[in-house]
């Protein structure tokens, strides 16, 4: 497990040892594009990589009003169960924090970043175990970006969901397509 920023960020650039799970890589390999679809994924990785950039860069510019959102998201989670006078940290705050901060980075709704903890528990942990699990939280999220990618290509924002959209379609232009 990486613990360190120099650790992920040498996984993050190492394709090709973190392309895939070892379960998923030898049904993504099979067939004639095995290969053309891990160049796209290459591809598709160095322009997420950019868009990202830029965004933490353009993010960077209004840090107080990106602080003022973390805290407004920790807050409504103790709101959430002050009144109780105790709490499990880590089922009711510690993980919520960083997916609600990831959707509204992405412009979702910071309150399906619940979703998010659903489909990682359904890919990343009953997945290893059950490939029909994997693919039933894979195709739940894939469907539901896709509707947030269409409404981003309809009228774009300043989120990160339209500066990857705007960088795949420069992406796209500069290749000819």
């Known amino acids: 497990m990486p ?54 860069v353009h993010a960077g510019r209004d840090e107080e009003a990106r602080a003022a959102g973390a805290r407004a998201i920790c807050n409504e989670l103790i709101d959430e169960f002050i009144a109780d006078g105790q709490c499990d940290a880590a089922a009711r705050y510690t993980k919520h924090v960083p997916v609600r901060a990831i959707a509204h980075m992405l412009g979702i709704p910071e309150k399906d970043g619940d979703l998010f903890i659903k489909w990682i528990h359904e890919i990343l942990e009953l997945g290893i175990k059950d490939d029909d699990d994997a693919d039933a939280g894979g195709q739940e999220m894939t469907g539901y970006f896709a509707g947030h990618i269409e409404a981003s290509q309809e009228h774009p924002t300043d989120d990160l969901i339209s500066t990857l959209m705007n960088a795949q379609g420069q992406g796209r232009q500069a290749a000819g397509g």
């Open 3 to 56: 613990t360190t920023y120099q650790a992920v960020k040498e996984i993050s650039y190492d394709t090709d040892a973190f392309f895939v799970p070892p379960r998923h890589r030898a049904r993504r390999a099979a067939g004639d594009h095995g290969a053309r679809a891990a160049d796209h994924l290459r591809s598709a990785r160095a322009q997420a990589r950019q868009a990202i950039a830029a965004a933490a």
